[in-house]
């Protein structure tokens, strides 16, 4: 159907959207989400649509590393600070590292790996694009190492099965994508991760 007669079908206020309850909403932070499954009217735009994200990163805060297998992404800091790191395809491969300031954005190119942390004190709002409405999430590290073979990771890492196992189980979960980093949080306290004082690098 031609997207302008799917659009016909929804009311005229279709085109305004509050944004849901958080999808994820943890110490770590809130992520609410505007695409395909929160709001079906973005299924009637042309080409993929798009989809759109409001986060609020905690301090320390990771969102790991992750692919969007479906579309581009484009980031927009509100305020707080961010580092964002993206992995190129080969054949040049380079790593990509760049701290984002509030009014800044920066662009991940579809597939390409990526991370965003707030590796500050304080809390950081960003605001989060895709030229799709459904762009798809696939967390890399975590699921490698708890979810392929031991004798795959094995290969990959040169570890003996005991210290897999090990990993597998030191691997936190993330909730929708984000973790908190118990070294930062102990240094923005004034503590190492040993309860000894530390300064804030």
Same mark, same amino acid.
């Given at each position: 159907? =031609? ?8 009311? #005229?206020?279709? +085109? ?5 309850? !958080?999808?994820?909403?943890?110490? !770590?932070?809130? @992520? ?27 301090? %320390? ?6 692919? =969007?297998?479906?579309?581009?992404? @484009? ?13 190129? #395809? ?17 662009? @991940?190119?579809?597939?390409?790996? =990526?991370?965003?942390?707030?590796? !500050? %004190? ?10 799709s409405s459904d762009p798809g999430n696939v967390i890399i590290y975590g699921n490698f190492v708890r979810n392929f073979p031991s004798n795959v990771i094995a290969a990959h890492t040169g570890l003996d099965?005991?210290? +897999? /196992? !090990?990993?597998?189980? &030191? ?7 984000? @973790?908190? &980093?118990?070294? %930062?949080? /102990?240094? %923005? ?8 004082? /530390?300064?804030? =690098?």
């Open positions: 159907m =031609h997207p302008r007669i799917l659009r016909g079908s929804f009311p #005229e206020g279709a +085109i305004r959207f509050n944004f849901p309850e !958080a999808s994820t909403n943890s110490a !770590a932070g809130t @992520i609410r989400s505007r695409d395909l499954n929160s709001d079906p009217f973005l299924g009637t735009l042309p080409k993929d649509g798009v989809s759109q994200n409001v986060d609020v990163y905690q301090p %320390c805060t990771l969102n790991v590393l992750h692919v =969007h297998p479906r579309a581009s992404e @484009i980031y927009y800091l509100i305020n707080g600070t961010l580092e964002v790191g993206v992995q190129e #395809e080969a054949p040049s491969g380079r790593f990509l590292n760049v701290n984002l300031q509030p009014g800044s954005n920066a662009v @991940i190119p579809q597939g390409l790996p =990526h991370y965003v942390y707030n590796n !500050a %004190c304080e809390p950081a709002n960003l605001l989060q694009f895709w030229d099965p005991m210290s +897999i /196992a !090990a990993l597998s189980r &030191s691997v936190p979960q993330p909730n929708g994508g984000i @973790i908190r &980093s118990e070294a %930062c949080l /102990a240094a %923005c306290s004034g503590q190492s991760p040993t309860g000894s004082p /530390a300064g804030r =690098h």
